[in-house]
C-alpha cells in the first residue's frame, strides 16, 4: 500500500502562482510512476503532468505546458507541481496519484484526497 497525502493548494489571482506538494508514505518502491490531475466541476478528470522513475521522464498536458513543472524528490518520497501563470480555467481539486505501467499504459492505483485549487479572473 501507498498512501498519498497532497498539499499546497489555495486560492490564488489570475497570473499568480502554487506549488503542490504530495508526500508519499508506505510501499513507496513498488510504483514507478507519480501523476497530477485534476477534477473540475462537470468535467472529467484528465491528467497534468507525469513523472517516471527518477524524474527524467516527463510528460505535461498541452493545456499546461510552459506553464507547469512536475519533479520528484526520491529521497524525500515526494512529487511536487509548480504552477506558474495560473488561469481560471486551471480552478479545479488537484490529485496525486501513483502507479506503474500495465497493459501498455501507465495505471494508477493509489490516489490523494485531493487539494483545492481556484483561480480568480
Known amino acids: 500500500q501507498v498512501q498519498l497525502v497532497e498539499s499546497g493548494g489555495g486560492l490564488v489571482q489570475a497570473g499568480g502562482s502554487l506549488r503542490l506538494s504530495c508526500a508519499a508514505s508506505?510501499?513507496?518502491?513498488?510504483?514507478?510512476?507519480m501523476g497530477w490531475f485534476r477534477q473540475a466541476p462537470g468535467k472529467e478528470r484528465e491528467l497534468v503532468a507525469r513523472?517516471?522513475?527518477?524524474?527524467?521522464?516527463?510528460y505535461s498536458a498541452d493545456s499546461v505546458k510552459g506553464r507547469f513543472t512536475i519533479s520528484r524528490d526520491n529521497a524525500k518520497n515526494s512529487v511536487y507541481l509548480q504552477m506558474n501563470s495560473l488561469k481560471p480555467e486551471d480552478t479545479a481539486v488537484y490529485y496525486c496519484?501513483?502507479?506503474?505501467?500495465?497493459?501498455?499504459?501507465?495505471?494508477?492505483?493509489?490516489w490523494g484526497q485531493g487539494t483545492q485549487v481556484t483561480v480568480s479572473s
Open positions: 496519484a501513483a502507479g506503474n505501467w500495465r497493459g501498455g499504459q501507465y495505471e494508477y492505483y493509489y
Open positions: 508506505g510501499r513507496t518502491s513498488s510504483t514507478v510512476a
Open positions: 513523472v517516471i522513475g527518477f524524474g527524467g521522464n516527463t
